[in-house]
């Protein structure tokens, strides 16, 4: 499966998130320090396959994510 991937932006953070599919969307958040790409593409490529959109947003600094490593939570995360 292709990895399309977008930047999401706000402030001091930047966050690559893969993107795949179209339909309504799922977030898949890895654990901490995890790459969200190639352990999720089998459970991607399913939901993909039943016709949902896959969201896989790279944790603070995996591949292109960036920004401030302390004193985050969900409330700090970029919204699309």
Avoid: C, H, K, W
Avoid at 7 to 34: C, D, E, H, K, L
Wanted: hydrophobic share 35%; glycine share 16%; no cysteine.
């Amino acid at each position: 499966m292709s990895r399309n991937s977008e930047m999401v932006a706000t402030g001091p953070v930047s966050i690559q998130t893969y993107v795949n599919g179209s339909g309504p969307a799922v977030v898949i958040i890895p654990s901490y320090g995890r790459d969200g790409g190639d352990d999720f593409e089998p459970l991607t490529a399913a939901l993909v396959g039943a016709g949902y959109s896959v969201l896989r947003p790279q944790p603070r600094g995996v591949g292109r994510s960036a920004g401030p490593m302390t004193g985050v939570d969900f409330d700090d995360a970029p919204r699309r």
